[in-house]
């Protein structure tokens, strides 16, 4: 018997599991067949190890990665994981495979949740989402935020809260591991694309980032052109996903911004007619947490997504909800983008409310970058059409519908022109949509050639 195998260890003395002594296979076949096929995957192990004392190391369990090859677009499967060779396989589960990419092909419903967390509020936005029975989910950064649990209440809500000169805030790995566990049901038969936020940075010794997010989810990024799991694109039916990091470089001299622009001129609209992207901080956001933090990333980025049409843009971050119209450089434009932020999956931390353009909340524009990325892009604010206003006097035109609820939203992509996009308050009946809106594409009037031009 196998005692306590593949478990996380936590505190001074902990000594890493080696992953190869147990195999990573998955038997499947499609639904009603015999499950006669199998892969074989890899395992891995990360460790979370800071370089002072007073905060607990952690290793993980053995983490398993198999991918599955030859199967059917649009075909339900069912499988089993685990090491036949000792026995240990997983119940039965079940999912379904992508539709062909094809300009009449699409996913029914896609998901779309930020800023999950698990709390009460966690746990009714995974039951309406799950409810909404998507055959895809998107999740847009700000995972299962293993930070801020170390005390209990006891003191601070943490370590480097009660010690403010502490240059590496804590984290509580266990937490991703109960997270994990918690989103079983949904991600075991729902396909989830993830991009990372920036609870996910999670800093150890070493300069180490992201070692949890790396390491805990599955990213398309060889497929896809990309060197990073911290931005890669993907198809789903119709669909061309991009998925960008907004806390790695992103300048147009950097490796991200040069897949980017291979990406994008690869995307055949024939085969993929909607080009949607996510990323974790908003660019077009109106509320007073966060406001205009990711400027730079937006100087930086705006233009070539605007050329080669992107149709939808994800975020997450700000903890509200908020949909734009169709806006390029704040100015509405019926080629921009409509960008949906969507930071209100439940996490523990305070829902934005306060709006940037209500009297005395406009952030002195130099105290607004993001501290990670740093940097200080004025650009917006002293160029262009939207000169001198760092904020509005009233909600902005750009901003169509904002409220401070917990939900998420379903994206459905009826054709090459129609895509309903609908969002779910935790408050209403399943069955309810607090926001309702067709986005229409126009390609006549807004042509983009392969190469964007
Ligand atoms: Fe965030």
Known sequence: MIEFAGEFQIGDNI???????????????RYGFPMDNQSTGYSLIYNQLYPFEGLQNYTSGI??????????????????CGDPSIADMSKVSYFKTMPVSGPKSYPRRIAVVGDLGLTHNTTSTVDHLLANGPDLMLLVGDVSYANLYLTNGTVSDCYSCSFSQTFIQETYQPRWDYWGRFMQPLVSKVPMMVVEGNHEIEEQAGNRTFASYSSRFAFPSNESG?????????????????????????????DQYKWLE???????????????????????????????????????????L????????????????????????????????VYITVGDGGNREKMAIAHADEPG????????????????????FIEGPAAGKFCWDKQPEYSAYRESSFGHGILEVKNETYALWTWHRNQDMYSTSADVIYIVRQPDRCPVTDNGA
């Not at 994008?264 to 909607?274: C, F, G, M």
């Not at 406009?362 to 004025?378: I, L, N, V």
């Open 15 to 29: 000594k890493p599991l080696d992953p190869n002594n147990v195999s990573s296979i998955v038997t499947y076949g």
């Open 63 to 80: 983490i398993h990665h198999v991918r599955l090859t030859g199967l059917r677009p649009n075909t339900l499967y069912q499988y089993q």
């Open 226 to 254: 990309s060197s990073s799991t911290l931005f890669y694109s993907f198809n789903a039916g119709g669909i061309h996903f991009i998925m960008l990091g907004a806390y790695t470089a992103y300048h147009k001299s950097d």
């Open 262 to 304: 291979k990406d994008l001129a690869k995307v055949d609209r024939n085969v993929t007619p909607w080009l949607v992207a996510a990323w974790h901080p908003p660019w077009y956001s109106t509320y007073k947490a966060h406001y205009r933090e990711e400027e730079c990333m937006k100087v930086e980025m705006e233009d070539i």
């Open 306 to 337: 605007y050329k080669y049409g992107v149709d939808i843009v994800f975020n997450g971050h700000v903890h509200a909800y908020e949909r734009s119209n169709r806006v390029y450089n704040y100015t509405l434009d019926p080629c921009g983008p």
């Open 361 to 380: 909340n406009c952030p002195e524009p130099s105290t607004t970058p993001d501290k990670f990325m740093g940097g200080f892009c004025a650009f917006n």
